[in-house]
């Protein structure tokens, strides 16, 4: 049996094959205070034992660890073990070597051409950038540089160091761009022109990102040795989109960049005040436009008018709310009903209650609205009171700037039957501004209406509208008779005027006492005339 070395001893511990009771730890911070007076037992002895050589054991593996990895040999009597560890560690701070390593001179610095020396802080003083802008490869940047690190704006620092942004061979960095420079630039319509500008050129490749001091941002790349186009990025609210509506840049009455707007302004196209614009091409003409009155169910599409800036009369758009081809009521209601006519455009044909028509959206001369399609057409009136969509033709005159005429008198102007008021005639289908506020109609009653064509007695073309007088075709009779007593005694009077015919018979005159003249009076009325019917002369309105 071997005597227990120390050395070698700290490979085991102690009672390692022996019984030993697990000590608690409140046990083992009281001591054997825990036990009282009755002596520990073997077993916990044991156990304290080898919690101590557990610990010995732990400090001499990380020795014996360390001196491997050095190659140091350790030994029972060697007690230069750990100086030995201690220097393996740390270099000889010698006269040979001046402590951890050895500096670089000022021009070494300079130079960065020694690999195995250090710069101190004045070396490294000696390696900054020679302006904030210098590129020179290996240089350290300093604070302001390519507008890395300040907070301020300074244009001999950090600003963008060319005539606009465009200019080649600018270093990377973020740049404070000047109202100049960015004015020089080409930016987005609506970006503000001073800003801050994120900026690299990968030598014909590259790109940039432009913030404004107002929030907008812009970006482009280049590729090719050409930058592209700036593109501008739209935020929460831009155009009314992403948020609620907004005003539009051009009015309802014109063509807006995509977008959804709000106007309560008058337009000759029609619509809702509620409105999507869907313009077409880079010019911004008229695509498109979807559109709703507020708050109701009246929706409206128009189509734009080609290479322009301005859409086609609005059409309005039947759903189940509005329109139901099953039912009677909605087949009578299709068209659009106004209870009078609206002056703005909605939809080409519309019915009007206080009209009782289908007027249709158009222009006749100089009046562009709702109107007849018959407005002007001579009817026969058979009731007893012109209707809504008449008036009498009675020569009356009647206020111009009336709704229910405005259509008449444009379409009268039109077709050239208005006449100055001396020309004005009874009978003529012809009408006359009396004054700003007057306008008289035709007077068409006691006339028999006849086509145009030609005038029997003068062989010309009989114009439109004009009046004829009356006449009766010419006759010849031939009257017979004997003289005697200066009466011609072979005509009956009264057979004569059974039949409807008087004559007044008698001598010429004194000149000539032997001519017997003859005077025929035939038929039975002031006028000649047909079999006729009586009807009131109108005009449809």
Known sequence: MAVVNFY???????????????????????????????????EQFNKLQQLNDEKFAWLWGQFKSAASARKVTLGANDLLGLNKLLTAATPDASATVKGMTAYASDAEAAARTVKTKALTPYGLGLNLQSSARDTTAGKILTVGAFGLGRAGADTTIDAWPAENLST???????????????????????VTNQGVVFHRQSGSGGGQLYASFDGELAWRGRRSGEYTAWNRA?????????????????????VNPFG??????????????????????TALNAGLRLSTDPYTDNFYLNG????????????????????????????STSIPTF?????????????????????????IGSFT???????????????????????????????????RFVALVAWAEANGHVVAPGDWKKGAFVFSKVSAGSFRLPDLRDQFIRATGTDADTANARPLGTLQIEAVRWEKHDVYGLKSGGNIHTLDRAKLGATGISASIGLADSADPGIIYGVVHTGNGSETRSINTALYPRIQI
């Open 260 to 281: 959804w707007y709000y106007q309560n302004r008058t337009t000759t196209w029609g619509g809702g005040s509620f409105f999507l614009d869907m313009p077409y091409g």
């Open 168 to 190: 080649l061979d600018v270093g990377a960095g973020m740049y404070y761009v000047p109202n100049a420079q960015g004015a020089a630039s080409n930016l987005p319509a609506g």
């Open 8 to 42: 070698s001893g700290f490979e085991y511990k102690w009672g390692q094959t022996g019984g030993v009771i697990d000590l608690q730890d409140d046990q083992y911070k009281l001591g054997w205070a825990f036990i009282g007076s009755t002596p520990p037992s073997v």
């Open 304 to 331: 734009g008018v080609s290479g322009k800036k301005e859409y086609r009369a609005a059409c309005k758009i039947w759903h189940n709310k509005n329109f139901d081809p099953d039912t009677k009521a909605d087949k």
């Open 339 to 363: 209870a009078t006519a609206p002056k703005t455009n909605q939809g080409p044909v519309i019915y009007v209650i206080d009209r009782q028509q289908l007027l249709q959206w158009q222009t």
């Open 369 to 403: 609205g709702y109107a007849s399609l018959n407005v002007g057409r001579f009817v026969w009136g058979t009731s007893k009171n012109a209707r809504v969509d008449e008036v009498d033709a009675i020569g009356q005159v009647v206020a111009p700037t009336n709704t």
């Open 234 to 254: 739209l935020a929460v609210g831009d155009y009314g989109l992403g948020a609620g509506t907004v005003n539009p840049a051009n009015g309802r009455d014109s």
